[in-house]
């Protein structure tokens, strides 16, 4: 996403990724993204930033337009699914 937009997304990724790692997981493990955005028109941008992280395999994922979100700056929140073993 374009200018503080892809810096949000891609923080959002790298936060996600600290809380798998001291879960155990990797990237590789996430089977799941939901991604709940502010503006469905920029999900594209998002989606690009999202193959940064999973070229390779994405997993499956889903895009949700909301009204807001927990916090009035946030314009994308991510969640994702890890499973291991």
Do not use: N, Y
Request: net charge negative; charged share 20%; with cysteine.
């Amino acid at each position: 996403m374009s200018g503080t937009s892809s810096v949000t997304c891609g923080l959002g990724c790298a936060a996600s990724a600290s809380s798998r790692r001291a879960a155990g997981a990797e990237l590789r493990h996430v089977v799941k993204l939901t991604a709940f955005m502010t503006d469905m028109d920029r999900a594209k941008e998002a989606w690009a930033v999202r193959e940064e992280f999973f070229a390779a395999h994405p997993p499956a994922s889903t895009g949700v337009e909301v009204s807001r979100l927990t916090h009035p700056d946030f314009l994308i929140e991510i969640g994702a699914i890890a499973v291991l073993g």
